[in-house]
């Protein structure tokens, strides 16, 4: 496979099924593939975990209209990575320059799970991905489990480099920068702070200058 997104990919049934099962219910939701968002040309590349069943699997953009993107965008914002602090619809005329943002699974999982051949199945999508975006330069992978399709989108064991919140590794010419995801549940238990992620963020701005 050489393409980074297919929208009518259905190569793991059981997220397929979730997808048409919530669409029957959800008749307005996007309910398909997430595609990428963002700077065709960015220094910095953003891998989430899967899209969110009232976020991006509603909206068709990675982190829009979900908790998890407050953080995210807000802080993108604050960087200048992003036109807006706050992303709820895909045609908000938000705009990111210099990131670009993407899954690790690009379909919505029963319970926010994908499951590990899920995940391995999807890696080839963020292969021709990494592959299309020469510029580059820094990976921030939300959660363990964004961290280790990146390794594995790099040819790399699992336990090639270990995950750990702000761990920074090289791979190759280009840097990976651990954090840990944005959830509502990572911000509410304050597994996440805000101080920490922009600590996060504005390091990767300074490596992907």
């Given at each position: 496979m050489n393409i980074a997104y297919d929208p009518a990919c259905r190569r793991c049934p059981r997220?397929?099924?979730?997808?048409?099962?919530?669409?029957?219910e959800r008749a307005d939701y996007f309910c398909k593939p997430v595609p990428p968002f963002g700077d065709p040309r960015a220094r910095l590349l953003i891998v989430g975990l899967a899209p969110g069943k009232h976020g991006a699997n509603r909206t068709g953009r990675p982190f829009t209209g979900d908790h998890a993107g407050i953080l995210l965008y807000a802080t993108l914002h604050r960087f200048g990575f992003a036109t807006a602090p706050q992303s709820v619809r895909h045609d908000d005329r938000l705009e990111l320059h210099g990131a670009r943002i993407t899954n690790a699974?690009?379909?919505l999982p029963p319970q926010n799970k994908p499951r590990p051949a899920e995940v391995a199945t999807c890696n080839a999508f963020l292969r021709a991905e990494l592959a299309a975006s020469g510029e580059a330069r820094v990976i921030l992978a939300l959660g363990a489990i964004a961290h280790g399709a990146v390794l594995r989108a790099c040819g790399l064991k699992a336990g090639a480099h270990r995950f750990a919140?702000?761990?920074l590794h090289r791979l190759g010419e280009r840097l990976l920068l651990d954090s840990y995801h944005c959830s509502r549940y990572n911000t509410q238990t304050r597994r996440l702070t805000p101080e920490m992620?922009?600590?996060?963020?504005a390091r990767a701005a300074q490596l992907a200058a």
């Open positions: 997220l397929a099924g979730f997808l048409d099962e919530v669409k029957r699974v690009k379909c919140h702000g761990a992620f922009d600590a996060v963020v």
